[in-house]
């Protein structure tokens, strides 16, 4: 039998994903398609998946972020866009050669651009979720980035505690009564431990910021993004915990990220 001849009709592929609510119904087609790798069937069935709500970064496996692709694994955070405020404003902060953690790392995205952009004597991410874990292995491994498993700092080597430059953290902080009302992509796509941040959303970033004034080096800062409306709530916590909190804000990314310095 002759090889099935692979010619989408791509202005169809585009209505249907339009029809579904696919903002970007073009851009999505063409990565689609080419994802496909020339098989109708691939196609068809990447097309259903995605009509049927899954995350377009779960059928491709990979995000865009900050310019690098960052593999993500079904049921891993996939990294925002208005991340990138967060990664530059902790880049801003890290010295020359700094010791570097990402806390709650999900795909390691931020430790991947980080590797880039500063020259650490020492980087490494840790999640608790294994999924995430096994997924910012596949990111980092590469690059000789250890990623531990376990619970904020508990995981990490005990010789890095009160050593660290910089510890960046995009914890979850969505408040509990809010995660309902979240995109469906989000809510039913991405692990409930990756958006909950408990009560007033800040649950994990009070832990965060109490461990950060254990681990990181006098003079050493913690970065980590909050929605606008948290950020006032956040700088009393990190206050209370020893912390100089600085907010900077993005309005084009829509993002509030707070670096913290601990004094010394
Ligand atoms: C909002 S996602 C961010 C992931 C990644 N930093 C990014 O920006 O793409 C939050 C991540 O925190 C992790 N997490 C939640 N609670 C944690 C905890 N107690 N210890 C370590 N990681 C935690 C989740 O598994 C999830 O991967």
């Known amino acids: 039998?002759?090889?099935?001849?692979?010619?989408?009709?791509?202005?169809?592929?585009?209505?249907?994903?339009?029809?579904?609510?696919?903002?970007?119904?073009?851009?999505?087609?063409?990565?689609?398609?080419?994802a496909a790798t020339d098989s109708t069937e691939a196609l068809t069935d990447l097309v259903d998946r995605r009509v049927a709500g899954l995350p377009l970064e779960h059928l491709l496996g990979w995000a865009e972020f900050c310019g690098l692709r960052v593999a993500v694994d079904p049921g891993v955070f996939v990294p925002r866009g208005r991340t990138a405020l967060l990664v530059a404003a902790a880049a801003a902060v890290a010295g020359p050669a700094p010791a570097v953690l990402d806390l709650c790392c999900g795909s390691g995205a931020a430790a991947l651009v980080l590797h880039g952009r500063l020259a650490?004597?020492?980087?490494?991410?840790?999640?608790?979720?294994?999924?995430?874990?096994?997924?910012?292995?596949?990111?980092?491994?590469?690059?000789?980035?250890?990623?531990?498993?376990?619970?904020?700092?508990?995981?990490?080597?005990?010789?890095?505690?009160?050593?660290?430059?910089?510890?960046?953290?995009?914890?979850?902080?969505?408040?509990?009564?809010?995660?309902?009302?979240?995109?469906?992509?989000?809510?039913?796509?991405?692990a409930p431990v990756a958006l909950d941040g408990g009560a007033d959303g800040l649950a994990v970033l009070r832990r965060v910021a109490?461990?950060?004034?254990?681990?990181?080096?006098p003079g050493g800062h913690l970065a980590v993004e909050v929605s606008a409306g948290q950020a006032g709530a956040l700088c009393g916590i990190m206050a209370d915990a020893g912390l100089d909190p600085f907010v900077v804000h993005d309005d084009d990314l829509e993002a509030t990220a707070v670096t913290a310095r601990l004094p010394g």
């Open 120 to 190: 650490p004597r020492w980087l490494a991410a840790a999640d608790v979720d294994p999924a995430a874990v096994a997924c910012a292995r596949r990111n980092l491994a590469p690059l000789g980035v250890p990623v531990y498993q376990g619970d904020l700092f508990a995981p990490l080597p005990v010789r890095w505690r009160g050593r660290l430059d910089l510890v960046v953290a995009n914890a979850p902080y969505v408040p509990s009564g809010a995660v309902a009302m979240l995109p469906a992509e989000a809510r039913l796509h991405e």
């Open 210 to 217: 109490a461990g950060a004034a254990q681990w990181l080096a």
């Open 1 to 34: 039998m002759p090889p099935t001849v692979f010619s989408p009709d791509r202005p169809a592929l585009v209505r249907r994903l339009r029809a579904a609510g696919c903002v970007f119904a073009e851009d999505e087609a063409d990565l689609l398609i080419a």
